[in-house]
């Protein structure tokens, strides 16, 4: 990984979507943990649980803090934003962690109504592209067995499954950065 980063850079982007509806993102600010927990309340149980693999309402005060202020040069938290103004809000999110051995974790989440739309691969991709171009040389992300469209999506984007050596029901999937990188969605 690149030391002398001082933070881990994102330049807006638009994207248009198969529905046809553009949506922005961006790199996560301070000012967004309202937004973040509008978005977690959208969530249905069952996306909640298969991105935090746990049961839970809200995002914590500590796990709210953490997602609006990643760690310069360690981390990335993207969100994809809809609307404009006090109607804007947050449909998809997604981060990467440097990890304890230099390579970095990932996560993404799109909320129930704009799923189906490839935001998660979108994000995945822009993340992918990130952590290459920071110095990242694989990427790992944790999913349930039972999460079947991550897992689909994590293979076709070229990443490999493993059965977790802590948990049977989670699946470890693992990407080398040092190869081609995705395209730029929409190109």
């Not at 592209?129 to 040389?137: D, N």
Request: net charge positive.
């Amino acid at each position: 990984m690149t030391s002398a980063l001082s933070a881990v850079a994102f330049e807006p982007e638009v994207w248009r979507l198969r529905s046809g509806r553009s949506v922005t993102v961006r790199a996560v600010r301070p000012d967004d943990g309202d937004k973040l927990q509008a978005a977690m309340r959208q969530l249905s149980d069952e996306s909640r649980h298969s991105r935090f693999m746990a049961f839970m309402r809200e995002l914590s005060p500590q796990m709210l803090e953490q997602a609006t202020h990643p760690v310069p040069g360690r981390e990335l938290q993207l969100v994809v934003l809809s609307g404009d103004g006090d109607a804007e809000a947050i449909v998809a999110g997604g981060r990467y962690a440097a990890d304890a051995t230099g390579d970095c974790e990932f996560a993404v989440t799109v909320v129930d109504p704009w799923q189906r739309q490839g935001l998660a691969r979108r994000v995945l991709e822009a993340l992918i592209r990130s952590a290459h171009a920071h110095g990242f040389k694989r990427m790992t992300g944790y999913v349930l067995a039972t999460n079947t469209g991550m897992l689909t999506l994590a293979r076709r984007m070229g990443f490999v499954s493993a059965t977790s050596r802590e948990d049977p029901t989670v699946r470890v999937v693992r990407r080398d950065l040092t190869g081609g990188q995705p395209r730029r969605a929409g190109r």
